[in-house]
């Protein structure tokens, strides 16, 4: 599942040149926004009718229909770079990393229910930040590394891997953590949890495509900059009017948060592609997109953590908050601040070339 979105990234990066890719990150975007809006819909109906179990099954049918529409619909394609490349992969450096970021994220979601003081957290955190360490030694030393260190020398492309990052953290943070709010405090079912998520789907449905096509046009760093406002001012929203009140507000909150997100997505994916030299794109844009989920996870483990750690607290963080559930106006607050982070780092985003 992670391979589909970043090699379709990959593709359309390689593929599309400057003044076009705006456009077709848009349409990749949009794609996945529809998937976000009727997703959660569609598995509280499910769940609610047919058991949890029942969309396992399902998911697994149509990842069968998925497969065999891709094998016939991408056959006999190829690229020069796939056919004339026989060199060695670097499986050393490939499992330093998947090690570094899985007992990383292991380690903060086991810190949520066991706290972040517990042997095991703390043995997956020092076993992950050891991964780190020897993964960076190891891509500066292999001849032919799994991530080229030269990415890491380019600040316009870091900046991008920071707000791609934080962007995630934040936004997939209120995508799990809305619909419990409206589990636990508002009463509802989890159909109805589900819906509140469909106008940040819509949103991001919608908007996509457009956000592609004008970022051709007058350039990324604005609507990245945008974004990433609009999403601090939705999770300000929530942490201060949402939580702990009506669903409809929680359900704007969510609508913002996805109209930041179509303004983010596609445009920073752009920015980031902009800036990379072309034998450095595809490993570049995937470990681009590693960072971005890789932030949705982990935004998803600590507001957890926190939502947790908050739950009898009733002083809250936010100190204009005044309604009942103290915990989640904390937890939305830190996805606030997260917001923050990303902003600073989107001042360093390359200037698109008029």
């Given at each position: 599942m992670a391979a589909?979105?970043?090699?379709?990234?990959?593709?359309?990066?390689?593929?599309?040149?400057?003044?076009q890719r705006g456009m077709a990150l848009g349409m990749v975007a949009g794609c996945i926004g529809i998937g976000t809006a009727f997703g959660p819909v569609f598995?509280?109906?499910?769940?609610?009718?047919?058991?949890?179990?029942?969309?396992?099954?399902?998911t697994f049918i149509l990842s069968l229909v998925i497969a065999v529409g891709s094998f016939?619909?991408?056959?006999?394609?190829?690229?020069?770079?796939?056919?004339?490349?026989?060199?060695?992969?670097?499986?050393?450096?490939?499992?330093?990393?998947?090690?570094?970021?899985?007992?990383?994220?292991?380690?903060?979601?086991?810190?949520?229910s066991s706290g972040f003081a517990s042997s095991t957290v703390l043995g997956c955190l020092a076993g992950s930040l050891i991964s780190a360490i020897g993964f960076v030694w190891r891509i500066r030393a292999a001849s032919r590394?799994?991530?080229?260190?030269?990415?890491?020398?380019?600040r316009h492309y870091v900046h991008a891997l920071i707000v791609?990052?934080?962007?995630?953290?934040?936004?997939?943070?209120?995508?799990?953590?809305?619909?419990?709010?409206?589990?636990?405090?508002?009463?509802?079912?989890?159909?109805e949890a589900g819906l509140t998520l469909l106008p940040g789907g819509a949103a991001v449905a919608l908007l996509s495509p457009w956000v592609g096509r004008i970022s051709d046009r007058i350039g990324t760093k604005?609507?990245?900059?945008?974004?990433?406002?609009a999403m601090g001012g939705s999770a300000l929203f929530l942490s201060t009017f949402a939580s702990g009140a009506s669903p409809v507000l929680s359900a704007l909150g969510v609508m913002g948060a996805g109209i930041a997100f179509a303004l983010i997505n596609s445009p920073v994916t752009n920015s980031a592609a902009g800036?990379?030299?072309?034998?450095?794109?595809?490993a570049g844009m995937g470990f681009f997109q590693g960072a971005l989920y890789l932030g949705a996870g982990t935004g998803a483990s600590l507001v957890g953590a926190l939502l947790h750690a908050r739950s009898d607290a009733e002083v809250p963080l936010n100190p204009v908050y005044a309604l009942h559930a103290v915990n989640y106006s904390d937890a939305f607050l830190s996805v606030a601040a997260a917001a923050c982070i990303a902003l600073i780092a989107s001042v360093g985003l390359k200037k698109d070339a008029k």
């Open positions: 589909i979105p970043v090699l379709s990234v990959v593709a359309v990066s390689k593929v599309f040149t400057e003044g598995g509280g109906v499910v769940g609610q009718s047919w058991g949890w179990p029942a969309l396992f099954w399902i016939y619909a991408l056959s006999g394609i190829t690229t020069a770079s796939a056919a004339g490349d026989t060199g060695s992969f670097d499986w050393a450096g490939g499992a330093l990393l998947v090690l570094a970021v899985g007992l990383f994220l292991l380690g903060i979601t086991q810190g949520e590394p799994f991530v080229p260190p030269v990415l890491f020398k380019n791609a990052f934080m962007s995630a953290f934040a936004y997939f943070a209120i995508l799990v953590y809305v619909p419990l709010l409206n589990l636990e405090v508002h009463g509802l079912t989890p159909g604005p609507l990245v900059m945008a974004g990433v406002i800036v990379l030299q072309k034998d450095t794109i595809g």
